[in-house]
């Protein structure tokens, strides 16, 4: 017999787990009931965004992905099947404004991409003003697109653009930047990269910045020139950025709209600078048919999703 | 205790200001529409739908399109013709909405209708018809639609009222209508010593006066023409029109323009473009650039609907003077078109009949409403332009008289347009899709000085044959 009460019940190791007052474990709807009280300030804060999502981002995907199968005639909605997916693979501009897409990706990423990084390393390299260079590249994306692209559409003027009349005082031949269907689309690319690098070099220098100095001094000491500090250092050291910005980059520059329709009116000369979502516009604002512009907004999901999950698949294998 | 009840009450009232807070941004966010329901009437319309609207009837109508205070001259007009309707209709309450802005721009009038949010009597252009009604968005209207109900019905013009028609059913009333001409600057031609009382009226004609114009230099071009955004192809069936070709064959399943009527458009706007120089440097235009261009007297000519002029003087700071406008070279056909209202399916019998008084007051009446042309004068708007032109027999003789008296410009610019009427024809099935195909047409000719036409027009007569296909 233990002689101190005490000693007794902090012993008692089914005492200490349940004390009198809470010998009944409570049920699972108690527990729920108990739980949303808890936590009821945080679900009222949640009730907004979740109303905003649901209405104005969940819904309209879903209603997207219904409509893709459906076909409205007479007032009357019915389901079509791939109907809708025929018409739109079947219409004369689809592997046009694939091609143009692609084109345009491909470019915007051979300047968009390296143009901003390279910025991003030779602003890091100045100790001075830096600052000031940092507005200065940063300046276009706080101008409002529409503004820009009137700029670039003075400039490309094939009368009394900017461009030719260095191309005349150089005695060179005049160009028609965006009426020449070869020309059209690098004209769009170069006027985006203008309009939309200052916020990639700002990201990439924000990753050059963490890199430890260190490093550098390191491969310094190993006699690394610039270009090989750049291969081995800053590269490496920013890869992640890096890999997180391509895939952005890469799923903004398929969906380009904006600078092709102001610059070119959308299709441009003979169609060149007719991209996906400009034909997705056609669909649904001047041909009236929601159906066909769902179902090829659908076909650039698939496409961008599918990206996205193999660029997360191989990031993952790399890093194992 | 009394900690946690504080703390609960505290718990619940974030909870309800959280939730009042998302219902508010909820609110605030989205867009109001105009109910199917009968909000603001009573009555059934019980004395069927071909008698007028009965004066005990409470009605209240939505209309789009009221001027916005940008407009002050046609806001007050709109408001003195309320007024003037309520002395007649003291019953019916008309609820304007306006937009600043072009009053109806396809891609948000698209939206409305899937939305479903058009306002009881909603304003369209003649080619909405088959988009409306494949929204089931406009109210059949042929049985409330009779000398009763729109006096002058007999004098409107039978091709605009067929316009509004689907398989002889009448879905809308006109307000306005166009057939193209050729518009031209009259001080570039009086410069190139050209008659501007003496338009061009063949395209071979057309092509000298532009190199004329085109000679005068300092970047002034002698025609113009559009070639993106869907306006290049709406131009390039104006220009087959014109030689009586035409975009879509008979049987509607087959384009029809690969034929020699299409090739020479295209030859001859080619020639313009890079033989002669007259057509400018800058292409990809759609439209507004042209108005732009031939405002500051930087272009001779292009083809354009009479209200154009009204839109470079009020909008751009032209002056009437400057333009003359002549009948479509060519002058087989020249494309028609035009805008009206139509009234929003499902709304009450005698909601249907306070739109179709409305209308008739506002738009279909000789001497008052759009028509008041004394008044238009005192208001200091534009009198004179030879649009609308949908009156014929007396209404016009009556019409014609009013619009020359009070005229505030030189109608006689336009004697020629007026003197030599050319038959309109509707564009084809499809005509938006067609267009986007035709633009490349267009860009092509007037962008590529080695641009093949044979094979532009085959490769946009297979296409525009697949888009047939679709239908």
Redesign the interface.
């Known amino acids: 017999m233990p002689v101190s009460g005490l000693t007794t019940r902090t012993a008692d190791p089914a005492r200490r787990q349940a004390p009198p007052h809470q010998a009944v474990p409570p049920s699972g709807g108690e527990r729920f009931a108990r739980g949303l009280r808890r936590n009821?300030?945080a679900?009222?804060?949640l009730?907004?965004a979740v109303?905003?999502f649901a209405?104005?981002s969940w819904y309209p995907m879903i209603r997207e992905f219904l409509l893709a199968f459906q076909k409205?005639?007479?007032?009357?909605v019915s389901w079509t099947g791939l109907d809708n997916l025929t018409?739109v693979v079947?219409?004369?501009?689809f592997w046009q404004a694939w091609r143009n897409t692609l084109l345009f990706t491909v470019l915007a990423l051979l300047f968009g991409f390296v143009v901003p990084f390279v910025a991003a390393i030779v602003i890091n390299e100045f100790h001075h003003a830096q600052g000031y260079l940092r507005l200065l590249v940063y300046l276009p994306v706080m101008l409002p697109p529409v503004a820009s692209v009137l700029l670039f559409k003075y400039l490309y003027?094939?009368?009394?653009g900017l461009l030719n009349e260095v191309l005349r005082f150089l005695h060179l031949p005049e160009q028609?930047w965006?009426?020449?269907?070869a020309l059209s689309m690098p004209s769009v690319v170069a006027a985006a990269t203008w309009m939309n690098m200052g916020g990639a070099a700002l990201v990439h220098l924000a990753a050059l910045q963490g890199i430890p100095g260190e490093l550098y001094e390191a491969a310094e000491l190993d006699g690394a020139g610039l270009f090989r500090k750049i291969w081995h250092v800053t590269i490496p050291q920013t890869r992640l950025i890096l890999s997180l910005m391509l895939l952005m980059q890469i799923i903004a520059t398929m969906q380009v709209f904006v600078e092709p329709f102001l610059l070119?009116?959308?299709?441009?000369?003979?169609?060149s600078t007719t991209t996906v979502v400009h034909l997705i516009?056609?669909y649904?604002?001047?041909?009236?048919n929601?159906g066909a512009a769902a179902a090829l907004g659908l076909l650039l999901l698939v496409l961008l999703a599918g990206f996205s999950a193999a660029y997360v698949r191989l990031g993952r294998a790399d890093d194992r | 205790m009394r900690t946690a009840r504080f703390r609960r009450a505290r718990?619940?009232g974030?909870?309800a200001v959280?939730?009042a807070?998302?219902l508010t941004?909820?609110a605030a966010?989205g867009t109001s529409s105009s109910d199917n329901g009968n909000s603001g009437t009573s009555g059934s319309g019980s004395s069927g739908p071909a008698a007028p609207l009965d004066p005990e009837a409470e009605v209240t109508i939505t209309i789009d399109c009221m001027p916005p205070a940008a407009k002050a001259a046609e806001l007050k007009e709109w408001k003195e013709d309320v007024e003037a309707f309520n002395e007649i209709y003291p019953n019916v309450t008309i609820e304007g909405r306006s937009t600043p802005g072009q009053c109806l721009e396809?891609?948000r009038f698209?939206?409305m209708?899937?939305a479903r949010s058009q306002p009881d009597v909603f304003y369209t252009y003649f080619t909405d018809l088959p988009?409306v009604?494949?929204?089931?968005?406009a109210e059949d209207i042929t049985a409330y639609v009779n000398d009763r109900t729109v006096p002058l019905l007999k004098d409107i013009d039978p091709g605009v009222l067929g316009s509004l028609k689907h398989d002889g059913r009448l879905y809308g009333l006109p307000t306005s209508n166009y057939t193209m001409g050729l518009l031209i600057n009259r001080k570039l031609f009086q410069q190139a010593g050209l008659d501007p009382d003496d338009p061009p009226r063949t395209w071979d004609e057309v092509r000298a006066a532009a190199k004329r114009i085109a000679g005068l230099g300092d970047?002034i071009a002698g025609f113009g023409e559009y070639?993106?955004?869907?306006t290049g192809g709406w131009h390039f069936t104006a220009h087959v029109y014109s030689l009586g070709g035409d975009i879509v064959g008979a049987g509607g399943e087959k384009a029809a323009f690969n034929d020699e009527i299409g090739k020479q458009v295209a030859r001859n706007l080619h020639a313009m473009r890079w033989e002669d120089g007259s057509m400018?440097?800058?292409?990809?235009l759609?439209w507004g650039d042209l108005q732009k261009q031939i405002a500051t007297d930087k272009l001779g000519m292009f083809l354009a609907a009479p209200d154009d002029i009204a839109y470079m003087v009020q909008q751009l700071g032209a002056a009437y003077e400057n333009f003359g406008m002549g009948p479509i070279p060519g002058g087989t056909y020249t494309l028609a078109g035009g805008n009206n209202y139509m009234i929003k399916?499902g709304i009450s019998p005698d909601k249907i009949k306070a739109a179709i008084a409305w209308l008739n007051h506002k738009n279909l009446t000789v001497g008052k409403g759009q028509f008041d042309w004394a008044r238009t004068k005192a208001d200091n708007l534009p009198v004179g332009v030879p649009q609308p032109n949908f009156w014929t027999g007396e209404s016009k003789k009556k019409d014609d008289a009013a619009r020359l008296a009070n005229a505030t410009m030189p109608v006689a610019n336009f004697r020629t347009f007026m003197d030599n009427p050319v038959p309109g024809k509707a564009e084809p099935p499809?005509a938006?899709?067609i267009y986007?195909?035709l633009?490349?047409v267009m860009?092509?000719i007037?962008?590529?000085e080695d641009a093949d036409i044979d094979r532009?027009l085959a490769?946009a007569a297979?296409?525009v044959d697949?888009v047939l296909a679709?239908r």
């Open positions: 009821l300030t679900h009222g804060f009730i907004g109303l905003c209405v104005f409205t005639e007479g007032g009357e018409t079947d219409d004369p501009a003027d094939p009368g009394y028609q965006l009426q020449d269907a070119t009116g959308g299709a441009g000369p003979q169609g516009y056609q649904a604002f001047n041909f009236n929601y | 718990r619940s974030a909870v959280v939730s807070l998302a941004a909820l966010c396809p891609p698209t939206a209708l899937k988009q009604l494949d929204n089931d968005g970047g070639s993106a955004a869907n400018g440097k800058t292409q990809l759609k399916k499809k938006q899709e986007k195909v633009d490349n860009s092509g007037l962008t590529d532009l490769t297979s296409q697949q679709d």
